[in-house]
Nanobody
């Protein structure tokens, strides 16, 4: 019933920027706890950032100061700036958390992912 769709991924040079977007059908994102995760081949899925219904945001230390998470009633966006090769991976949008968290188990709904490659 609920579907999340990510977009905005691509291939960029180190130091460049991308903006990822996640849209959802079925509910208003502004009232939802949302998160972004990423996963590189052979590695565990890791939290990038999460935002709750009150706008409280948590970021992974590895992206703090470079990535910016925002949310309104239609989408959740992740602005990726000053990208590094180690930022490469499949980026996933997630929803359903009860508090902002960087753990996948805190989320119940996931998108299909969008690929980010930094060279």
């Amino acid at each position: 019933h609920v579907q999340l769709v990510e977009s905005g991924g691509g291939s960029v040079q180190a130091g460049g920027s991308l903006t990822l977007s996640c849209v959802a059908s079925g509910w208003s994102m502004k009232t939802q706890c949302m998160g972004w995760f990423r996963q590189a081949p052979g590695k565990e899925r890791e939290g990038v950032g999460a935002i709750d219904s009150d706008g409280q945001i948590v970021y992974a230390d590895s992206v703090k100061g470079r990535f910016t998470l925002s949310k309104d009633n239609t989408k959740v966006a992740l602005d990726l700036d000053k990208l590094r090769p180690e930022d490469s991976g499949m980026y996933y949008c997630a929803a359903g958390c009860w508090a902002p968290a960087l753990t996948p188990r805190a989320f119940t709904v996931w998108g299909q992912g969008t690929q980010v490659t930094v060279s």
